[in-house]
């Protein structure tokens, strides 16, 4: 049986830790598990994503933005994410299609069909099973970060409000298949709200736990 688990949020949300924290829970329960990145994930995606996030880099078009994050996702995909999910793994990924919508679409306001038809593209029709969103106030989740801001990091706070907008609308529209957690809970309680949620995919899956 396996699963597509996404952790999505803006900057500073925590979303790592708590998507690392469910791999390392899943593996001491038996369950096989594949955690991954975006951008990243691959030796590709790897190299674009230090292109990506280096403030002092290349210059960067939105359009070119959109090609490498894209880039890197088609490579994760078929090197990772499709062989772990064809082994009846459950497959964390931290980041998706999502963060390009919310990044690049409400972030760079860079055209929606345009957005879509790359994303078509690059995806397959993989549909995560469960996004879980740990939703922040962005003034909170940049002061979170204490050392020097990336590329993104560094946009003004207009731009993180209109990414954290984007993902809220998500959500909203696709209740079933997204969790919205706030993300200035306790971490532990975030872990077992996010815990609650995993087992309830498992038990509706029929997976057996130690
Ligand atoms: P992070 O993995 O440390 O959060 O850094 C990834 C950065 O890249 C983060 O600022 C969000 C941004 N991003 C996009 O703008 N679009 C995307 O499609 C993805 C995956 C990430």
Known sequence: MSLFIVFEGGEGCGKSTQARALYR???????????????????LGTRIRKILKNRGSIPITPESELFLFSASRSQLLKEVIL?????????????????????????????????????DLTIQKLVPDLTILLDIDPEEGLARRRDIYDRFESMDISFHRRVREGYLKMASLDSDRW????????????????????????????????
């Open 25 to 43: 829970k899943l593996c001491h329960q038996g369950i096989p598990a594949v955690f991954t990145i975006e951008p990243g994930g691959t030796l």
């Open 83 to 119: 062989p772990a999910l064809q082994a009846g793994k459950i497959v964390i990924c931290d980041r998706f299609i999502s963060s390009t919508i919310a990044y690049q679409g409400y972030g760079r306001r860079l055209s929606m069909t345009t957005i879509e038809r790359v994303n």
């Open 179 to 210: 969790g919205i957690i706030d993300a200035s809970l306790p971490r532990k309680e975030i872990a077992c709200i996010i815990w609650r949620k995993i087992l309830d995919l498992l038990k509706e899956s029929n997976h057996s736990l130690k």
